[in-house]
């Protein structure tokens, strides 16, 4: 089994930058992708960034390309989302999600098993 807690959301204003962390505990090696998603009130949860834990390719949905950076510290078993310009459609509550999707099926939840408990993040 796999625990993921994340850190790091909050409230600021648009145009303002936020880092979250997802550190993960237990079988670690028993994923080979972390994923960033976000959901939105009334809207469905989407994925945000993914990046594979062996070789660290990344993906990014089209709305975050060029201000949102996944990042990996596998030493310390920690993903990062850097999230810089952000904005108010933005605000959503964000969650970690690690499992073993192919590249083709990133951004499909069913695909990731774990998921952290979400941070919340506001933009303004």
Not at 60 to 71: E, L, N, P, Q
Not at 74 to 100: F, H, I, R
Request: a neutral charge.
């Amino acid at each position: 089994h796999v625990q993921l807690v994340e850190s790091g959301g909050g409230s600021v204003q648009a145009g303002g930058s936020l880092r979250l962390s997802c550190a993960a505990s237990g079988h670690t090696y028993n994923y080979i992708f972390m994923g960033w998603f976000r959901q939105a009130p009334g809207k469905e949860r989407e994925g945000v960034a993914a990046i594979s834990t062996d070789g660290g390719s990344t993906y990014y949905a089209d709305s975050v390309k060029g201000r949102f950076t996944i990042s990996q510290d596998n030493a310390k078993n920690t993903v990062y989302l850097q999230m810089n310009s952000l904005k108010p459609e933005d605000t959503a509550m964000y969650y970690c999600a690690a499992g073993w999707p192919n590249s083709a099926r990133v951004w499909t939840p069913t695909d990731y098993p774990y998921w952290g408990q979400g941070t919340q993040v506001t933009v303004s």
